[in-house]
């Protein structure tokens, strides 16, 4: 088979850069994913269902170690069929700051600066309630939030004990000058999630000449001759082929990019080499970091009163604030309710007030031991390692006590993990957070980009994802940002699709 642009992963980069390439009816795309595809909107249910993560039925199975000295946990989700990780996320639909963005533009990334960034942030959207110089009707992801009517009581209650604390109301957390309590703004309509699958590929996007879908084909390695691309050595269902093309751009998000990477001789020398690859380019930045948002949470036990039910919507309100030792960004911080939690090794319906620590400072890794890509990679997520990460982190559990402890809140729902003295005591909440933090499910940062004159230490590509060192061969997905965003990923991995499909269409890549 020969292809002219193959793009590796349909997730949230990959399946966007396809849709928006092909809509230049020279550009022609095959986009090729390990997992399976619906095509005729014969979704199944929990990919249907966006009140709630889909966890195991369309997912890799990666386990991970939170923190050192723990055991490894199976909580490490990331979505395996058309459309990705946005298939099965939980809807939540952030920018990030400003702030994030300019960051990434002060590293020399001048094309990653906020103002350069909007206009793709809007072109994703259609947002249904708010219309301002932030927002876009006319783009394909609808975007909303849960009126008051909608809201579950304990998110409503959420809300009440945020403005008891005196934060202020922010009824549009994108935007950017806005901080403070609301409903989330989400990828979610009538209950179902809105995934970049549904959303961009359409039915007359995928009816193109230009663009086929090649599903249930999981890429080995990336073929050179010499340093450029000759194409792919892919797997489909046991049958190994190659594909042969000029040009692959790899989606395969930030846990399996590197790995391809890795096997296709590009990294750093003893990476490579565990990999049984030969080496074609040593990049050192491949696979070094892994950035994460650390998770935590106190459990509470509801009374009677709240009418909870196992159907409700997992989130639907959020507050966002600045944390007491934030880096540059405001809003670092991100403290949401979770509705009864279907937990796996807990039969009690309890509810939570989760935090996402939003501008870690620590990093984890990631490791790959074997040329199949079957195999999972070791992941040390090393969350909360870093004192300062851990001290925002303390304080927004403290937080969370205060809110469950306020009027609205306090007859509602009793604490129940860690249990009330726990709360109260500094030493007990570090020991707490230790204990029971785990992932964002936000990893991102395996194959940053840099400035053209960073070092091969801080940087794998280039500004717009060109692999250093070889020819025909681009990174465009999670595993490009040089640092991780205040906010959840989903929407800056649509952003980033977003560009590198422009990108493509106009011929600048
Ligand atoms: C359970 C969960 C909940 C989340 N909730 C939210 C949320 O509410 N809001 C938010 O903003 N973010 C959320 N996220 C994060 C967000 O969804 C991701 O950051 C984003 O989808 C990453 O996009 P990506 O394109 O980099 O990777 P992905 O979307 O994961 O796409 C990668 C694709 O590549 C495929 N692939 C991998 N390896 C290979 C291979 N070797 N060959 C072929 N194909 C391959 C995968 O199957 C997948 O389809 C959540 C993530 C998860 C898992």
């Not at 796996?344 to 620590?362: D, I």
């Not at 403290?398 to 604490?415: K, N, Q, S, V």
Request: glycine share 10%; net charge positive.
């Amino acid at each position: 088979m020969e292809a002219k642009t193959i793009v590796v992963g349909a997730g949230s980069s990959g399946a966007v850069i396809a849709a928006r390439a092909t809509e230049d009816a020279g550009r022609e795309v095959l986009l090729v994913e390990a997992g399976p595809d619906y095509p005729s909107g014969d979704l199944p249910p929990d990919l249907v269902d966006g009140t709630r993560n889909s966890m195991r039925r369309h997912d890799w199975g990666h386990l991970h170690r939170a923190r050192p000295g723990r055991r490894m946990l199976f909580w490490f989700p990331r979505g395996r069929v058309v459309g990705g990780s946005s298939a099965v996320n939980t809807c939540i639909a952030l920018r990030g700051q400003p702030a994030d963005y300019d960051e990434w533009a002060s590293r020399g990334l001048r094309d990653w600066g906020w103002d350069a960034c909007l206009p793709a942030f809007k072109r994703l959207e259609n947002d249904l309630d708010v219309r301002s110089a932030w927002h876009s009707q006319d783009g394909p992801v609808p975007i909303r939030r849960h009126p008051a009517s909608e809201l579950v009581r304990w998110q409503a209650l959420f809300l009440d004990a945020c403005k008891a604390l005196g934060f202020p109301r922010a009824d549009d957390s994108n935007d950017p000058t806005a901080t403070g309590w609301g409903p989330h703004a989400m990828n979610k309509v009538g209950g179902e999630r809105m995934s970049v699958a549904r959303c961009y590929l359409t039915a007359p996007v995928r009816a193109r000449a230009n663009l086929r879908i090649q599903p249930l084909t999981i890429v080995r390695r990336v073929l050179f001759e010499g340093r450029r691309v000759r194409g792919l050595e892919v797997e489909t269902q046991g049958r190994v082929s190659v594909i042969v093309s000029r040009r692959v751009v790899l989606c395969a998000g930030a846990t399996a990019t590197p790995g391809i990477l890795l096997r296709s001789g590009i990294g750093p020398r003893r990476s490579v080499e565990r990999v049984g690859a030969d080496p074609v380019m040593e990049l050192p930045a491949v696979g070094a970091r892994l950035l994460d948002h650390p998770g935590v949470a106190i459990f509470l036990r509801p009374r009677r009163s709240l009418h909870q039910t196992m159907r409700d919507p997992l989130i639907q309100t959020v507050l966002r604030y600045t944390s007491s030792k934030a880096s540059s960004c405001p809003n670092d911080m991100i403290l949401q309710p979770g509705s009864v939690l279907p937990l796996p090794f807990m039969t009690l319906p309890l509810v939570s007030l989760m935090c996402s620590v939003g501008k870690p400072r620590g990093f984890g890794t990631i490791e790959f031991t074997s040329p199949d890509p079957r195999v999972r990679p070791q992941i040390e997520s090393r969350l909360l390692v870093d004192d300062q990460d851990r001290h925002r982190a303390v304080e927004a559990m403290r937080l969370a006590a205060d809110l469950a402890e306020t009027a609205p809140m306090r007859g509602e729902a009793t604490f129940f993990w860690p249990p009330g003295r726990a709360v109260a005591s500094e030493t007990k909440m570090r020991t707490w957070i230790g204990r029971i933090c785990d992932s964002g499910y936000h990893p991102c940062g395996t194959v940053p980009m840099g400035a053209d004159d960073a070092r091969d230490t801080d940087a794998a590509t280039d500004g717009r994802g060109r692999v250093r060192g070889v020819e025909g061969l681009w990174v465009a997905d999670a595993s490009l940002m040089p640092t991780i965003p205040s906010a959840n990923t989903n929407l800056t991995t649509i952003m980033m699709g977003e560009r590198f499909g422009e990108w493509m269409k106009t011929g600048q890549m």
